[in-house]
């Protein structure tokens, strides 16, 4: 294990950040691209760990007593102004199973915690400096996944400036934690049991070969559609797209709206563009910004496609759970698409009806349901063209039935 996996440098601020699909990584280039769909298939991707879909919270161990963040106002200063244990069961009172699951799991992780020496205490938190994000699994306050045991899993430690932003993050610390709980006998509480994450070693898939050309053959249709080369970017892909876009249209080019459009950049304003462009280039072009999200979505698809259907492939060859029943789990997801589904069909509503239908299209373009993976994905880190880690996820159908079945919170 390379000294990055320990130790990795953040340039991201934020509270606990994002954690990237293959598509976000907009610096990757089309040869990263193919050198993850290899990996991935020939089961060499490193810091490889099961997903976790409970409920997060990072907490810290600061004058003698445990602390929790759930925004970066909480992370600032060495945690001032985090949340006590008082005060974080209080916050998440009257919610029924998701109040009993934070209170117990609060009153668990000091009970642990308060067992270790102060030499332990600081090495993983620097009262107050560092935070460990844990995922609390409650079978009273499931998600989308039914993990049928009560446990408190740990990412790892982030270690943040006095403005709340990280500055270096240490992956191997929830394990260093868990460990330490467990050689004190404190890793059985009285509501979870206490663990880091779930390390998975993932195999060569059976048709190696097969999938790697169809993979990469899916790749290359992409990089052809604008005569790109494997050292593009992905970046580079969706400014082609928007110049595309631009010449149908037949707007003029300019570089501001193509950064407002590819980049988010939006330094060059709807004033800007008025003043810039005729009446009628203007009302098409407001037109499209208007509607910009669902052009990127549009551009992206084709790159989220393949990692849902790579991932998807990947999850299938994976034997390790921490799901206490995997077939039992697979099938309480499949309940509550179809409880979705119903819920969503008889409300009759037209807007919701059509990201319904967006969602099933998504989960039918990558094989169906059959293709369920008991959990909610893996996440392993990838070392770009650039030498630079990048910690990721693979979800496979999860992203798709996720979002569907929190369609129905619109209808409360």
Request: aromatic share 10%; proline share 2%.
């Amino acid at each position: 294990m390379s000294k990055f996996y320990n130790y990795i440098k953040l340039l991201e601020g934020g509270a606990w950040g994002h954690l990237n699909n293959l598509w976000d990584n907009t610096h990757f280039t089309f040869g990263d691209i193919k050198n993850i769909i290899n990996k991935s298939l020939a089961g060499k991707l490193e810091y490889v760990h099961l997903k976790t879909d409970g409920q997060q919270i990072s907490f810290s161990w600061i004058n003698n007593q445990i602390r929790f963040a759930r925004n970066k106002g909480h992370l600032k200063n060495s945690g001032a102004d985090s949340l006590t244990m008082a005060e974080t069961i209080s916050k998440f009172s009257g919610r029924g199973g998701l109040s009993a699951g934070f209170e117990n799991a609060a009153k668990d992780l000091n009970t642990a915690i308060q067992n270790l020496t102060d030499k332990q205490k600081e090495k993983i938190f620097k009262n107050g400096k560092k935070f460990m994000s844990c995922e609390i699994m409650y079978t009273d306050s499931e998600n989308i996944v039914s993990y049928g045991v009560n446990e408190i899993r740990f990412h790892g430690t982030k270690e943040y400036n006095d403005d709340g932003i990280p500055i270096d993050e240490n992956k191997e610390d929830g394990r260093a934690l868990a460990g330490m709980i467990k050689q004190i006998k404190q890793h059985k509480q009285s509501t979870f049991n206490i663990k880091s994450l779930e390390k998975v070693e993932l195999p060569e898939i059976p048709n190696f070969d097969a999938q790697s050309k169809k993979f990469i053959k899916e790749i290359n249709a992409i990089k052809s559609r604008f005569r790109l080369k494997d050292n593009n970017t992905i970046s580079e892909y969706i400014a082609e797209y928007f110049k595309e876009l631009m010449k149908k249209e037949n707007i003029p080019y300019s570089d501001g709206l193509l950064k407002r459009w590819a980049d988010n950049n939006k330094k060059y304003k709807i004033s800007d563009i008025k003043r810039d462009y005729s009446d009628s280039d203007f009302n098409k072009i407001k037109q499209i910004d208007s509607n910009i999200s669902q052009y990127y979505k549009d551009c992206i698809w084709p790159l989220e496609k393949i990692s849902l259907d790579l991932g998807a492939t990947v999850l299938e060859n994976i034997t390790t759970f921490m799901v206490l029943h995997p077939d039992k789990a697979k099938e309480s997801i499949k309940n509550k698409m179809q409880d979705a589904i119903q819920k969503i069909r008889a409300s009759e509503n037209p807007n919701l009806m059509k990201k319904l239908n967006k969602e099933l299209q998504r989960i039918e373009s990558v094989g169906g349901i059959s293709r369920l993976f008991p959990e909610e994905g893996i996440t392993f880190i990838y070392k770009d063209a650039q030498g630079n880690d990048n910690f990721m996820k693979f979800t496979g159908l999860f992203a798709p039935l996720n979002a569907l079945i929190n369609l129905t919170w619109q209808l409360e």
